[in-house]
């Protein structure tokens, strides 16, 4: 059998193996799962050039490095490289390193292909907590040995678990 729906603008019908036969704006609507996803990390932090400034700096307001913004550019040049005119839509975490990487990224695409960018609290790291103490780190680490990597949940912050 065959099934339509009527959409205003729009007109979908399809048969048992959801065979589409549809209107071309239909069509737009049906064909809106990209081709493609890219999954980019940050770009070197702060962080990643001195665990010290954990102590000081929360880890959502780490910002990149000089060789992460960098980072960021180059991936941008490889990004624009794979994608070359497609239309480009972008999640991204709230964290102010993915911005930055985010940013030069973007910077490297034209403005036109962009056509969103959202920030998505989902997408980030577990929670280590508000401030990490490196004096505290070794034994911090060798309990969550004990525990297990996935279980143990850091002081004021998550396990594994917790965002699994």
């Known amino acids: ?27 737009l609507i049906l064909d809106r799962r990209p081709k493609r996803i890219i999954l980019l990390r940050h770009g070197e932090s702060m962080g990643n050039v001195n ?28 990004i624009k490289a794979l994608v070359g005119i497609e239309k480009v839509g972008v999640f991204v975490s709230p964290f102010i390193r993915t911005q930055e990487t985010a940013a030069g990224v ?16 989902r997408l980030r790291e577990q929670e280590w907590g508000n401030f990490q103490s490196t004096r505290d780190s070794d034994k911090i680490l060798q309990d969550r040995e004990k525990v297990g990597r996935f279980f143990y949940r850091f002081q004021t912050g998550e396990s594994g678990a917790d965002v699994y």
């Not at 099934?3 to 048992?16: M, T």
């Not at 000081?56 to 040049?77: C, E, F, I, M, Y």
């Open 51 to 78: 665990k010290a400034i954990y102590e000081t700096v929360p880890d959502n307001r780490l910002k990149l490095s000089d060789k992460g913004h960098q980072q960021a550019a180059d991936a941008g040049d490889k």
């Open 106 to 121: 973007l910077s490297k695409l034209d403005p036109q292909q962009v056509t969103f960018v959202r920030q998505d609290p």
């Open 1 to 27: 059998g065959c099934a339509a729906v009527e959409v205003p603008g729009y007109s979908l019908a399809w048969g048992k193996e959801w065979d589409v036969a549809v209107s071309t704006k239909a069509e």
